[in-house]
């Protein structure tokens, strides 16, 4: 979830390459947990030799870091792009659930890495996430305290159940996205 395009060939090949250790870092996290993988493995499931990780995270412990605050970025981002493009409360929720199921389904394996190895970060990565993802939390807060009267706990507590939802995807392939959606809407208008 970049935040910019590279303009060179070779800034364009550096992201590719980091986004190819992100992905085969979650992946391996994922199937395997933070503590089992190498980042000699991790760099030889991205086509990358294992020094050569070097060239672009610290250690293993950048890695992990840089899965889990570029996807809490990535969403806070994401949803903030949503909630300015809908001025109506009813689409913008419908949006926002539509983005986060998108996600959901597309990240897979950061979602199991988030649930099984955020304690495995150092504090002041873990902090940033944390941080990150309770400003995504009120963002959807808002949202629905422009469709409902109630109190913003109870709202919030709305948004945590659709997001138990919409990020069951590594536990549940049986799940469309269409079917993870319309479940989540139903959890935030109950």
């Known amino acids: 979830m970049a935040a910019s395009t590279p303009t060179t060939s070779r800034a364009r090949a550096k992201a590719e390459r980091r986004a190819a250790l992100l992905g085969a870092a979650a ?42 605050v570029d996807a809490s970025r990535g969403l806070l981002e994401g949803g903030r792009r949503v909630v300015e493009g809908e001025p109506d409360a009813g689409a913008a929720l419908r949006e926002l659930v539509a983005f986060h199921v998108s996600f959901a389904v597309g990240n897979a394996a950061v979602i199991r890495v988030q649930d099984r190895d955020l304690d495995s970060l150092a504090d002041p990565d873990r902090r940033e996430v944390r ?60």
């Open 131 to 190: 941080t990150l993802q309770r400003t995504y939390v009120e963002l959807w807060v808002g949202v629905l305290a422009r469709l409902s009267g109630e109190p913003v706990a109870a709202l919030r507590s709305r948004a945590h159940a659709a997001f138990g939802l919409m990020n069951s995807t590594p536990h549940s392939t049986a799940a469309s996205p269409a079917l993870l959606s319309r479940m989540a809407l139903a959890a935030l208008r109950a």
């Open 27 to 68: 992946r391996l996290f994922a199937e395997r947990g933070f503590e089992r993988v190498t980042l000699e493995e991790i760099g030889g499931a991205a086509g990358i030799s294992g020094p050569a990780v070097y060239r672009h995270f610290a250690g293993k412990q950048a890695v992990l870091a840089a899965i889990l």
